[in-house]
């Protein structure tokens, strides 16, 4: 936290309000219905579909010469630079973490009961993360050759 930002300071006051928010819409009173076998079915084919969305994805865009960079806590979120835009995804994926984090156990407290869709939303965020650094391991892995310089020359 010591190597934030103004944006990364931003960023983290806006998810908090974000999740404060979402916790005031929250409705305690209603009975929640207990699906675990279908919160548990519809986690698990949104983790695959977003991993490998955004592998596959990334992978188009690098094939049709499009770099990606590694995001960075302390950039804008909402850049226009295509190589910056897991900036956007990154914050996406902190905020759906940090919010069903938050739901789960307040509602998980009061109610007394297990909320499946903000553990949908929770792992949802883990997904997005893990789908952005998988697609930059593999961007990075066939993207490794190295370029002809000088300095390289030097040393082969």
């Known amino acids: 936290m010591k190597n934030w930002n103004k944006t990364g300071i931003i960023k983290s006051i806006l998810i908090l309000i974000l999740c404060i928010l979402s916790l005031i819409l929250l409705d305690f009173d209603e009975k929640m219905e207990l699906y675990s076998g279908f919160y548990v079915v519809t986690i698990i084919l949104t983790f695959l579909f977003i991993v490998l969305f955004f592998l ?3 992978k188009f865009w690098n094939l049709l010469g499009f770099k990606f960079e590694k995001p960075n806590w302390n950039e804008n979120p909402i850049s226009l630079k295509f190589s910056k835009s897991f900036n956007f995804f990154e914050f996406i994926a902190y905020w759906f973490i940090t919010s069903g984090i938050i739901n789960v156990v307040f509602v998980g407290i009061f109610n007394q009961q297990f909320d499946g869709e903000s553990a949908h939303l929770f792992f949802a965020g ?3 993360l893990i789908g952005m650094k998988l697609s930059l391991k593999w961007l990075n892995k066939s993207g490794n050759k190295k370029e ?6 030097v040393y082969n």
């Open 126 to 128: 883990i997904s997005l």
């Open 148 to 153: 002809k310089t000088v300095a390289n020359n």
């Open 56 to 58: 596959l994805i990334s």
